[in-house]
């Protein structure tokens, strides 16, 4: 069966501090992954999405950017973070043209 | 870009009432429309979903109605539980751009005892 895994699960940085959330998806070949931000009682932004390794496509301009390595690996990163990127952000995996399953999400707090 | 957009932001009724929650989508080449339910701190997870062949679905109590014609798709649940309480996304999938997901903004529902 396909699981996902995404770490850490809450995270608090300091202003200008660099970030790194890494996700990994099992069970499964040449998924869609994505990267969705929630902020406080608000809907789900995608911030980036992949179709293949290598291949990354943003869907706003920011302080992030999102690298995928491997097939089923995604990262999200940042070199200096701001207050603005506080945030829950959920990474997620679907095939084709099918449901979307996220991951448990990491809270991040930027202080 | 592609844009979907979902009302009411917040909806509350009472136990046993019905809630009903519209979104509409820009892109044409959308043809999958999932719901998700996100329980406080949790992740979302799809409760119903429909495709651009069938006009309707329905899972006991919950159903979703589909208008490619208009591009609108709703989302109606029946005698609503204090349960039912959360936020529901509505999503649109097609194959612009390699099967992106896009969500509405999302519905608080709170479902009154």
């Known amino acids: 069966s396909q699981t996902i895994h995404q770490w850490p699960a809450t995270l608090v940085q300091p202003v200008g501090s660099p970030l790194s959330l890494e996700c990994t998806v099992e069970?499964?070949?040449?998924?869609?992954l994505y990267w969705y931000r929630q902020a406080a009682g608000r809907g789900l932004q995608l911030l980036f999405y992949?179709?293949?390794?290598?291949?990354i496509s943003s869907e706003v301009p920011q302080n992030l950017s999102a690298s995928r390595p491997q097939d089923r690996q995604f990262i999200l990163s940042s070199k200096k973070l701001l207050l603005s990127d506080s945030g829950f952000y959920l990474c997620?995996?679907?095939?084709?043209?099918?449901?979307?399953?996220f991951g448990q999400g990491t809270r991040l707090t930027v202080v | 870009g592609e844009n979907v957009e979902q009302h009411p932001s917040t909806l509350s009724v009472q136990e046993g009432d019905s809630a009903v929650i519209k979104c509409t989508y820009s892109?044409?080449?959308?043809?999958?429309f999932p719901w998700y339910k996100q329980e406080l701190g949790k992740r979302p997870q799809l409760i119903i979903d429909?495709?651009?062949?069938?006009g309707e679905k329905k899972d006991q109590r919950i159903a979703v109605t589909l208008n490619k014609t208009a591009k609108h798709f709703s989302l109606h649940i029946t005698e609503t539980q204090p349960e039912d309480s959360a936020v529901y996304f509505c999503?649109?999938?097609?194959?612009?751009?390699?099967?992106?997901?896009?969500f509405g903004a999302g519905t608080r529902l709170f479902v009154k005892a």
């Open positions: 892109d044409s080449a959308s043809n999958y």
């Open positions: 992949s179709v293949g390794i290598g291949q």
């Open positions: 069970g499964t070949s040449n998924p869609n």
């Open positions: 999503a649109a999938t097609g194959n612009t751009g390699g099967f992106k997901t896009i």
């Open positions: 429909i495709r651009s062949n069938v």
């Open positions: 997620a995996w679907s095939v084709l043209n099918t449901e979307a399953f």
